[in-house]
């Protein structure tokens, strides 16, 4: 049975979860604060967890920048408020995905599929090469040449994608679905958000263009020109 941890201060929210979760076959664990949730998130083995963003104690950035450093459970961020800041900024540090307040049981348990159905562990450790830029899925380690790219968890999946993908048209939707497992058109400014982070890091700093913009399609990746 799947182990899912709940990290959510406001009870009645929790309970109603936890309920509709264990109703659909779910093990459901709960706790009522940042400090109780990174305690329980460390000390035990999850499959998942849901991480509210506002808790008392420690807030759930700090509970998953704290949990990132020991452990690669899967996270879903619970955020209150619709704003994008606040989405990336959980996926930046390592969130798998998030859910915007309020949200319907379905939309939850949709997610919630969708996370467990990518279990981070079960990655082929194979180099991707193109040109001087290489992918090592194994050790999660992007580089130019020698020089080592830090990239966020996200950033790289949509790299690794790409380079899986090599000069194929991937439309903003593709992305979405492949990258971030969901299963419906979501807000697809999150894709333009991260390749301007992919630009930035890679292409404005190497002086080289992988990242093609193809206009009313989506996006392309290729070997780089100088
Ligand atoms: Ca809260």
């Known amino acids: 049975m799947e182990k899912i941890l709940i990290i959510?201060?406001?009870k009645n929210i929790a309970r109603m979860i936890a309920l509709e979760l264990s109703r659909e076959g779910y093990d459901c664990h709960c706790a009522h604060d940042g400090q109780e949730g990174l305690t329980k998130a460390l000390g035990e083995d999850y499959d998942l967890i849901l991480l509210d963003v506002m808790?008392?104690?420690l807030s759930g950035f700090e509970v998953l920048e704290r949990l990132r450093r020991e452990r690669d459970t899967a996270v879903i961020m619970l955020t209150a408020r619709g704003d994008i800041d606040d989405r990336v900024k959980g996926l930046d540090l390592g969130a798998d995905d998030y859910l915007s307040k309020p949200f319907a049981m379905r939309e939850l348990s949709a997610r919630v599929r969708a996370a467990l159905r990518h279990p981070r562990k079960e990655?082929?450790?194979?180099?991707?090469?193109?040109?001087?830029?290489k992918a090592d899925r194994l050790a999660h380690r992007a580089y130019f040449g020698e020089e080592e790219i830090i990239l966020t968890h996200k950033e790289f999946?949509?790299?690794v994608y790409f380079m899986e993908h090599s000069d194929v048209v991937c439309s903003r939707e593709t992305l979405l679905k492949e990258v971030w497992g969901y299963d419906y058109v979501g807000d697809t400014n999150l894709i333009d958000v991260y390749i301007r982070y992919l630009r930035t890091k890679i292409d404005d700093r190497f002086g080289v263009s992988h990242?093609?913009?193809v206009r009313g399609l989506g996006y392309s990746f290729g070997a780089a020109h100088e």
Do not use: S
Request: hydrophobic content about 45%; charged content about 35%.
């Open 8 to 10: 959510e201060d406001e």
């Open 157 to 159: 999946e949509l790299l």
């Open 123 to 133: 990655r082929e450790d194979t180099l991707l090469q193109a040109g001087a830029l």
């Open 211 to 213: 990242f093609r913009t």
């Open 55 to 57: 808790l008392p104690a």
